[in-house]
């Protein structure tokens, strides 16, 4: 019986102190060749999915890195955020500075983005608009070597480009775009006309944007769009939720006008 206890203290204390994985840093049940090297991650993070949790503890003499792949598609405007990084041996929140964020390319593994902190200091973000459908990695890395199997983080892929499902340039009626900024950062949109068969009208240059500014495209200004009638999307560095935007189609004879609201895709 004493013996029965002695080996059920031994394995408490065993599991007390363990290196505080998560399911990723897994692969064929080795630890730490899971999501920690880039030529073996499976981990995908799908725009809009729940976030997910990695632990921040790594062997020691080492810092922590996790990888994760992403699948951006062109035109489209994206978001990482680390967030909610907790617990050091001593139980005290770890800054979120201390968290990394890069965003490279697969291959030659050039760096295309490094992290930002938000204005308030607790989360670390990447924002940009996709120019290109390919695989992309998301590396991120632990700076602080007092990790324990306490510390974690959560991190999370946004879609973040809005849709307009109408505009209305033919006949008697002319459009206009109104986007608002709700971001407490300048940032950048451009949008991108498409006929009703999908076929792309116009892409506009990047415009800037500042906090709760608002900035009104007259369609019938550009000539691409004379005569047309389709939908729209708007691609931006402004982070999911950051800009507000719809298409109001006039009657000019009439003083009638349609609203259409443009509308993020949902989180799920």
């Avoid at 080795?30 to 921040?56: K, R």
């Avoid at 041996?89 to 697969?106: D, E, F």
């Avoid at 971001?183 to 009703?196: G, N, R």
Wanted: include cysteine; aromatic fraction near 10%.
């Amino acid at each position: 019986m004493k013996y029965t206890i002695g080996v059920m203290i031994c394995l408490l204390l065993l599991i007390g102190t363990a290196w505080g994985h998560d399911v990723w840093d897994l692969y064929e049940g080795v630890q730490g060749t899971g999501d920690d090297a880039f030529w073996i991650t499976e981990n995908v993070l799908s725009p809009n999915d729940p976030l997910q949790v990695h632990d921040l503890q790594a062997p020691s003499g080492y810092y922590d890195q996790d990888v994760f792949r992403i699948y951006p598609r062109q035109d489209r405007s994206y978001e990482v955020i680390g967030f909610n990084v907790t617990g050091d041996t001593g139980h005290v929140l770890i800054p979120s500075s201390t968290l990394l964020m890069y965003r490279y390319v697969p291959g030659p593994g050039d760096t295309i983005q490094s992290s930002a902190r938000d204005p308030g200091g607790q989360t670390r973000m990447m924002r940009w608009i996709s120019t290109v459908s390919r695989e992309e990695m998301i590396f991120a890395e632990n700076q602080y070597d007092a990790s324990s199997n306490y510390s974690f983080y959560s991190i999370r892929l946004l879609d973040t480009t809005l849709f307009c499902p109408r505009f209305n340039n033919a006949g008697t009626q002319i459009s206009v775009l109104l986007v608002q900024s709700t971001d407490p950062m300048p940032c950048v949109y451009k949008a991108l006309f498409y006929d009703e068969a999908g076929t792309l009208l116009k892409s506009t240059s990047d415009t800037n944007i500042n906090p709760v500014a608002v900035s009104v495209l007259a369609l019938s200004s550009i000539s691409e769009l004379a005569g047309q009638k389709g939908s729209a999307k708007i691609a931006h560095t402004c982070g999911y939720g950051g800009v507000a935007a719809k298409l109001v189609a006039l009657e000019p004879a009439t003083g009638f006008s349609f609203d259409t609201p443009c509308s993020y895709l949902p989180r799920r």
